[in-house]
Structure formats: C-alpha cells, structure tokens
C-alpha cells in the first residue's frame, strides 16, 4: 500500500502542461497558408520567365531580320537569289529561319521567325521583318 500512495504522490507532483483546445479545427491552418504563398510566388516566376523568354526571341528575331537585311543589301546589285540566299545564311547564323525574302527595287525585304519554348509544352513564335537598302538623299 505504501507503494501506491507514493506513486500518487509522484503523479500529483507532476506538471502537466495546459493546453488551448481549438476544437481541431485550426490545427496546421498557418502551413497551408504558407503552402499557397510558397505557389502564388512559384507560378508568379514561371510566368516572369516565360514572359522574359517571349520578349529575348522577339528581340533575337529582330536582330536576325535586320542582319540578314544588311547581308542581303550587299547582293542586291547581283539578284535576287543571291541577295535571298546571303540573308538566309546570316538569318540562319543567328538563330532564326528565314521566312520571307524579296527584293524590291535596291531594297531587300527579309521576314525571320524564332520558336521558342518558354515553358514545357508552350511554344511561341516570334516574327520580325526589316528592310535594308542603299541611302536615298
């Protein structure tokens, strides 16, 4: 007998901690929170990128079609095909495809397309002409 009222006293001795109870209903409430911010910003920076990704092909396609104009304009006096062909070289080292080339008059008219493919199964083409010639005064 002596034992078990020394194990009573031990237990009363004891602190036992005090907790709030919520009724479970607000149990893990802050991680999901905090789950939905952690997305909200994940699918913000994938849009920023794909944005970002659309904006560098549009200006690489630009900077193709204005070279390959340039490169064009130097074999506008032989023809067409050879003014045609030189762009279609340089649109190429850059990146692009030609889509287009014509020559009207000195002038040469190159149109070039770039795909790209900001996000994973999302695919954008970017197009730009330009047009290069000799200098009317």
Do not use: K, S, Y
């Amino acid at each position: 007998m002596r034992a078990a009222q020394t194990g009573r006293r031990a237990a009363a001795g004891r602190v036992r901690p005090q907790h709030r109870r919520t009724g479970g209903r607000e149990r893990g409430g802050a991680t999901i929170c905090l789950l939905a911010v952690g997305l909200v910003f994940v699918l913000g920076g994938l849009f920023g990128a794909g944005v970002g990704a659309a904006r560098m092909a549009r200006q690489q396609a630009r900077v193709a079609a204005d070279f390959g104009a340039l490169a064009g304009a130097a074999q506008a006096l032989r023809d067409e095909l050879a003014a045609c062909a030189q762009a279609a070289e340089i649109v190429a080292a850059n990146g692009a495809r030609l889509v287009h080339c014509r020559l009207d008059g000195l002038d040469v008219l190159v149109t070039a397309e770039l795909t790209v493919e900001p996000l994973p199964g999302l695919r954008q083409a970017a197009t730009a002409t330009a047009r290069a010639g000799p200098l009317r005064g």
